[in-house]
């Protein structure tokens, strides 16, 4: 069982910087591919970015390669996603999931409902 909690949006203008966190609690963490997923209003949950269990593989969706960083340090339970250069489009709730891959350590998931735990989402809007 794994527990997520985002930290670190916020409300800023064009062309900022922010970076979320995702900390989790649990046992493993070492062992859970991660994603970050984002829900603008009105609109259906999408893919932003992933990161293998073991932090060697990312994978980014197209409109954000480029602009954001997915990256994790195990020995704190934590995952990020920088995001540079924010565009009013990137305005939206960020979510981090995470899925157990113990047998699959360099795997990446793209798709929500690979994912078996998510956390509460955090609130970021982009001011143009």
């Known amino acids: 069982q794994v527990q997520l909690v985002e930290s670190g949006g916020g409300l800023v203008q064009a062309g900022d910087s922010l970076r979320l966190s995702c900390a989790a609690s649990g046992r493993l963490f070492g062992f859970y591919a991660q994603g970050w997923f984002r829900q603008a209003p009105g609109k259906e949950r999408e893919f932003v970015a992933c990161?293998?269990?073991?932090?060697?593989?990312?994978y980014y969706e197209h409109s954000v390669k480029g602009r954001f960083t997915v990256s994790r340090d195990n020995a704190k339970n934590t995952v990020y996603l920088q995001m540079n250069s924010l565009k009013p489009e990137d305005t939206a709730v960020y979510y981090c999931a995470a899925v157990f891959s113990l047998n699959a350590r360099d795997r990446l998931f793209l798709s929500g409902s690979e994912y078996d735990y998510w956390g509460q989402g955090t609130q970021v809007t982009v001011s143009s």
């Open positions: 990161i293998s269990s073991r932090g060697e593989h990312t």
